[in-house]
C-alpha cells in the first residue's frame, strides 16, 4: 500500500514539473507583449559602411512600399516572417532576420551582397558581380571597384570574371594597382593599371566546364602571370621608367614582350 502511494506522489510530482516547464518555454518562446503598438524599428545594416548598397531609409521604404513597415502598427499583427522574406527578395541582401521584442521594438538586421567587379560591355548592360558570380544591377553605388569593359555577356561575367577578380583582389598590391579588366573579341584579357601609362595583355582564361577546377584554374594562370609582372615591374620598369612602353604582352610563358611608346604594332 505504501508503494502504491509513492508511486502516486512521485509521478504526480513529475507531472508538475514536466507541466511547469512546458509553460516556462512556452512563456519564453512567446513572451508576452508589454507594449500593445511597435512603439520603435531598429534597422541595422551590418556592412552598410563597406558595401552601401542599402541604408535603412531605404529598407523603411521596401517596406512602406509593401505595408509592411511595423511602427504604431500591433504588436500582434506584425509577422517577422513576412519581413524576412520581403528583404530577402532584394538582389542587394544576403541575409535578413527580424524579431520582435516585449518593449515594443521591431528589430530588423540585415547583410548585404558583397560585389567584387563592376561590369560595362560593348552592348551597353551596367551591372555588377558578386563574390559568388550573382548579378546585381546598376545602383548608386559608388565604391572604388575594378571595372570590366568589351566583349562580356553574364555567362563569362558569372563563370570567369567573377573567377578573374577574385584573384586579383586576394592580393592588396594588385586589389590596388589594376582599375580596369578589358576583354577583347577572342576573349583575350588586358589589364589597365592605375601606375604606368602601359596595358598588360595575359592571354585568354583557361576553360572548364567545373566550377571548382575553374577557380583553381583561373587564379593559378592570374598568379603565375601576375608574379612575373612584378618581378617585371621591380627588374624592368623601375630602372627603365613606368612610362616607357604602351604594352606589355604577358602571353607566353617564356618570355614578356614589350611595345614601346609610337611604336606601331
Known amino acids: 500500500m505504501r508503494l502504491r502511494v509513492k508511486k502516486t506522489i512521485s509521478f504526480l510530482v513529475v507531472l508538475a ?27 541595422n545594416i551590418m556592412d552598410e559602411s563597406t558595401n552601401g548598397f542599402l541604408s535603412a531609409s531605404e ?21 517577422p516572417r513576412d519581413i524576412e522574406d520581403l528583404l530577402k527578395v532584394s538582389p542587394f541582401v544576403s ?18 551582397r558583397l560585389p567584387i567587379i563592376r561590369i560595362k560591355n560593348n552592348s551597353g548592360q551596367d551591372y555588377y558581380v558578386d ?16 571595372i570590366a569593359t568589351g566583349n562580356i555577356n553574364q555567362w563569362f561575367a558569372r563563370n570567369y570574371i567573377t573567377c578573374l577578380a577574385i584573384a586579383i583582389m586576394k592580393d592588396e598590391f594588385w586589389r590596388n594597382q589594376i582599375e580596369q579588366i578589358n576583354v577583347l573579341p577572342d576573349l583575350g584579357i588586358e589589364l589597365v593599371p592605375r601606375v604606368g ?8 582564361l583557361p576553360q572548364t566546364n567545373h566550377k571548382d577546377e575553374r577557380m583553381r584554374l583561373v587564379s593559378d594562370f592570374v598568379n ?25 604582352n604577358m602571353e607566353f610563358d617564356n618570355q614578356i614582350i614589350c611595345k614601346r611608346k609610337g611604336e606601331k604594332k
Open 131 to 146: 563574390d559568388h558570380g550573382g548579378i546585381m544591377p546598376n545602383s548608386k553605388y559608388t565604391s572604388d571597384l575594378i
Open 224 to 248: 603565375n602571370k601576375l608574379d612575373k609582372l612584378a618581378k617585371f615591374y621591380k627588374y624592368g620598369l623601375s630602372k627603365a621608367g613606368w612610362n616607357k612602353y604602351s604594352y606589355i
Open 17 to 43: 514539473l514536466s507541466t511547469y516547464l512546458v509553460l516556462a518555454m512556452t512563456t519564453l518562446n512567446s513572451p508576452k507583449d508589454t507594449h500593445p503598438t511597435c512603439e520603435q524599428v531598429s534597422i
Open 59 to 79: 529598407v523603411k521604404r521596401i517596406l512602406q512600399r509593401k505595408g509592411l513597415y511595423p511602427l504604431n502598427k500591433e504588436m500582434s499583427s506584425i509577422n
Open 197 to 204: 601609362e602601359h596595358i598588360i595583355y595575359l592571354g585568354k
Open 95 to 112: 541575409t535578413a532576420e527580424c524579431y520582435k521584442t516585449k518593449d515594443g521594438c521591431v528589430d530588423i538586421s540585415i547583410t548585404q
